[in-house]
């Protein structure tokens, strides 16, 4: 069964910088376009940010576009996503996901707070 462990997350201030990361078990992953979602209290869960199987091209939600970037290195089975210039309304819990299926990570908090 494949599993996602996410991990990197923590408290920062506004301004500063986080590395997520997300491990893949299995050997499929370089088969496997991933993606990085969030969920806010209250709000829906987004897209943040995605990657092609091959690394490229890449998917970006607009209201991160220029601070956070998706890279991932197949052999480690393992997605990062670097967030820099961190605002407070970044704050929420952050997951892997291999896209078009059910697999999700169990989450990762983030929270942005001066």
């Known amino acids: 069964q494949v599993q996602l462990v996410e991990s990197g997350g923590g408290s920062v201030q506004p301004g500063g910088s986080l590395r997520l990361s997300c491990v893949v078990s299995g050997s499929s992953f370089s088969r496997y376009d991933m993606g990085w979602y969030r969920q806010a209290p209250g709000k829906q869960r987004e897209m943040v940010a995605a990657i092609s199987s091959g690394g490229g091209p890449f998917n970006y939600a607009d209201s991160v576009k220029g601070r956070f970037t998706i890279s991932r290195d197949n052999a480690k089975n393992t997605v990062f996503l670097q967030m820099n210039s961190l605002k407070p309304e970044d704050t929420a819990v952050y997951y892997c996901?291999?896209?078009?299926?059910?697999?999700w990570g169990q989450g990762t908090q983030v929270t942005v707070s001066s």
């Open positions: 996901r291999v896209r078009y299926t059910e697999l």
